[in-house]
């Protein structure tokens, strides 16, 4: 299946913040990163905001998936949560090292994002 856009931007945010800093999301990065124009991030994201949001919103939806995994693991959460309690890029791991830079940014929604997940 084809990701779609929100996605391809979600994702191309993710790595300029991964391999750039926070300071270097701009939408000229992502739009270089994900292959569209600055106007279709702008269609999908209409400001800097909104796509730090969508980049928290993307890790709330990733980590309550994990959650869901988690709870039906047949091995049980515990051993579940050690299993897979190691970075292996994927793109929860890839999330929350994104999420947490624009934390230590003091942005307020990644802040939030990582104390919901922390929860």
């Not at 709330?60 to 693991?73: G, P």
Request: a negative charge; one cysteine or more; aromatic letters at 6%.
């Amino acid at each position: 299946m084809r990701p779609s856009k929100r996605d391809t931007i979600l994702k191309a945010a993710l790595s300029v913040v991964e391999t750039d800093g926070v300071t270097a999301l701009t939408y000229e990065s992502v739009a270089a990163a994900s292959g569209l124009t600055k106007g279709g991030l702008l269609y999908h994201f209409g400001s800097k905001k909104a796509l730090v949001d969508g980049l928290c919103d993307w890790l709330d939806e990733l980590v309550a998936a994990d959650v869901e995994l988690m709870a039906a693991a047949p091995e049980g959460a515990v051993e579940y949560y050690v299993r897979t309690s190691y970075y292996d890029d994927s793109q929860l791991d890839r999330a929350i090292v994104a999420v947490m830079r624009l934390s230590q940014a003091a942005n307020d929604r990644a802040e939030r994002a990582i104390r919901t997940m922390q929860d």
